[in-house]
Structures are given as structure tokens and as C-alpha cells.
């Protein structure tokens, strides 16, 4: 009995060290995941690792999420089955607690920007982050009493928290998504961040183009003919109320027929412009992003290219923002809006081609020859 007992004191004790330092790594990888610039916040664990520019930080971050994965596996297993063993239970923490733990950290922590981009670096730390919380929600539902858990918190989700099975599903999504992100590498993930920007303009595009098509309600000045008196206030009333409703429910306007602000030309021209842009975003996938030379590099040649792409899906990112913000801009049929959104969508394009313009190794190319010609083309009224 003695013996027991110390082992659920032993257990408890190095799930309470371990629920405590995955709490003190999250708020590290949450300042990460927010800094436009590197941490400055580095643990005493990790600090070696975050300093050394010879760690392979995706490598690191792949190898502590297949661990993480694999021991979550096992405390998922050890705590549902009988006997319950709370020795074996604290063996994998510690495992866990000894490498892992602070791998997936020491990750994102040396993930220098200057060599992976700070954009990777970004969700790395957030992916990690994601890790270790679905990590300590495994911890807490560690039994403290020396029995397994009963058979209704292995599944689902019950009144104050998710099943032991629910838990770890979402914690190996987790790990997967870290290890999925490490192969993948710096161009793997901005190859899937550029095709998912470019997609949204699609989307953008495409509701833009059935708006343009919709077609004006006609006044119906007839309804209330005839109608006088109590009747007529009572009718008025309503039309009042239901006109406030409409507008507040649906601001998608369509273009009244006789267009007296030149909206019509407006649109075509702006969907001209956002086919361009789009085509922009396909041909920056080819001849950029699937061309990208090995990151990280120190050769001499290279060692620029993550600021570049750091630079480059800066402003590839919030051009489709911008463009939503000009289709808003043509459903409320504010011409004022829609010039202002017009002008910093293709102003934001034209430095996006530009500073791609030449390739990886500061030479120019066909895809060169092409930007030049989007720009042309964009500066067109």
C-alpha cells in the first residue's frame, strides 16, 4: 500500500511540474507568435538550442511532435485501461518532460526569421502552441485517485470537458499539422499561404461579377394609391420600418439604371484589374515560390531571399483584405470608398510585382518581363 502510494505522490508530483512548465512555454511561443520581430523571452531549458544557428529548428519541431504524439498515445492507453499503473504513467512524463516538451519550444525559438522567414517562424510558434495545450488538457485528466477514468469521460465531450479520446484526437491533430509544416518548409508553406490569398481574390471576384449582374428594384409608387387616413399612416408606417430593416439586414445595392456616379465603369475596371492580380499571384507561385533556392542558407547569394518573401507576403496578404474592403465599398455604392480602395489595391499589387521582379539570385527573367508588363497593364484606367 505504501508502495502506491508514493507512486500517485510521485505522479502527481511530476504531472503538476509538467502542467506548469507546458503553461510557462505557452506564454513563450505566444510572444513569438505576436513579435513582428524575434523573443526576447528565452528559457533556461531552451536557451542553448534558440542560440544555436546550427539547429535545424523544423527538423526539431517535427521530431518533438512525432514524440509528443507518440507518448500522448500512450497515456491515452494507460489511463483508460485496468490495472491503472500510475509508475508507467509517470515514466512517459517525465520522457516527456525531459525532451519534447521543451523540443517543440527550443523550435520555435530557433526559428531565426533572418534564416526561415518570420513568417514560418510565426506559425511555428503558433502550431507548437497548439501542441502543448492540447498536451496539458491531457495532463489534467490524469487520475489522481489511482483508478482509471470512467468509462464516460473516454468519449466526447461531457459537461465541463472533452473525453480522454476526444483529447488526444485533437492534440495528434495538432502534432500533425507541426510535422506537416516542417516538411513542407519554408516553401511548402508560402506556396500554400500565396494560393490561399489568391483565392480569396477569386472568391472576391466572383461576388463582385454576380452583383454586377443583379438588377435594380423598381419604385413601386402604385402600392399606396388609394390608400388615405388612418389606413395610409398605419401603411406608411410599416414601409418606413421594413425600408430600415432591408437596409440594415442587406446593404448590397445593386447599380441603379441610370448610373449617375460612373459606378458601371468603375466596376469593369476594377475587374480587369483584380483577373490581373489574381494571374499576378499564379505566376509569383511558379516563378518564385516553386523556384525558391534551400532556406536556410548561408550562401551569399541567398542569405536575403527570407526577408524578401517576408516583404513580398506582407503585402500579398492584405491585398485580398483590401479588395474586400473595395467590393464593401461598391455594395454601398460610395464612390468616394470605392476610388480610395481602388487606388491602395493596385498601388499594394504593383509594389508586390515589383519587388519580385527579379529572381532569387537578383538577375531578371521571363517572369520579369512579365512584371513589367503587369504593371503596365495595372496603371491602365
Not at 531565426?112 to 492540447?134: F, H, I, S
Not at 491531457?138 to 485517485?145: G, M, S, T, V, W
Request: charged letters at 30%; proline letters at 4%.
Amino acid at each position: 500500500m505504501a508502495s502506491t502510494e508514493t507512486s500517485l505522490q510521485d505522479l502527481d508530483s511530476i504531472v503538476q511540474t509538467a502542467s506548469a512548465f507546458v503553461v510557462q512555454l505557452q506564454t513563450v511561443l505566444d510572444e513569438i507568435h505576436k513579435s513582428a520581430a524575434p523573443s526576447s523571452t528565452t528559457l533556461n531549458t531552451t536557451a542553448e538550442a534558440s542560440q544555436d544557428p546550427n539547429v535545424d529548428a523544423l527538423a526539431l519541431a517535427r521530431d518533438a511532435a512525432s514524440l509528443i504524439k507518440a507518448h500522448s498515445t500512450k497515456i491515452s492507453l494507460l489511463i483508460i485501461n485496468k490495472p491503472f499503473t500510475a509508475s508507467a504513467v509517470t515514466t512517459v512524463v517525465r520522457e516527456l518532460v525531459a525532451g519534447p516538451i521543451p523540443g517543440i519550444a527550443s523550435a520555435a525559438q530557433s526559428c531565426d526569421p533572418d534564416r526561415y522567414t518570420n513568417l514560418l517562424r510565426r506559425e511555428l510558434a503558433w502550431c507548437a502552441r497548439r501542441v502543448l495545450a492540447g498536451l496539458h488538457e491531457l495532463l489534467l485528466l490524469i487520475p489522481k485517485d489511482g483508478k482509471v477514468l470512467p468509462q464516460d469521460k473516454h468519449k466526447g465531450f461531457s459537461a465541463d470537458a472533452k473525453g480522454s479520446i476526444t483529447t488526444t484526437g485533437v492534440l495528434w491533430s495538432a502534432c500533425d499539422d507541426v510535422v506537416n509544416l516542417s516538411n513542407g518548409g519554408v516553401a511548402g508553406f508560402m506556396l500554400k499561404q500565396v494560393e490561399g490569398w489568391r483565392d480569396t481574390l477569386k472568391d472576391v471576384m466572383e461576388e463582385l461579377k454576380e452583383w454586377s449582374e443583379e438588377e435594380p428594384d423598381d419604385d413601386d409608387d402604385e402600392s399606396d394609391a388609394g390608400t388615405d387616413g388612418e389606413d395610409a399612416g398605419v401603411t406608411n408606417s410599416h414601409t418606413a420600418t421594413q425600408d430600415m430593416l432591408d437596409e440594415l439586414m442587406d446593404s448590397h445595392r445593386a447599380i441603379p439604371r441610370s448610373d449617375p456616379e460612373n459606378i458601371r465603369p468603375r466596376l469593369n475596371t476594377s475587374l480587369t484589374r483584380i483577373r490581373l492580380v489574381i494571374l499576378l499571384y499564379q505566376a509569383i507561385v511558379k516563378r518564385r515560390i516553386k523556384k525558391l533556392p534551400a532556406i536556410p542558407s548561408d550562401t551569399a547569394s541567398t542569405h536575403k531571399v527570407p526577408q524578401r518573401l517576408d516583404e513580398a507576403a506582407s503585402l500579398l496578404r492584405k491585398i485580398p483584405d483590401q479588395f474586400g474592403d473595395l467590393a464593401c465599398a461598391f455594395y454601398e455604392l460610395d464612390v468616394v470608398e470605392i476610388d480610395k480602395a481602388m487606388d491602395q489595391c493596385f498601388f499594394d499589387a504593383f509594389a508586390a510585382s515589383e519587388l519580385l521582379n527579379k529572381d532569387w539570385e537578383g538577375a531578371r527573367d521571363v517572369f520579369s518581363e512579365w512584371t513589367d508588363k503587369f504593371r503596365t497593364e495595372i496603371k491602365k484606367e
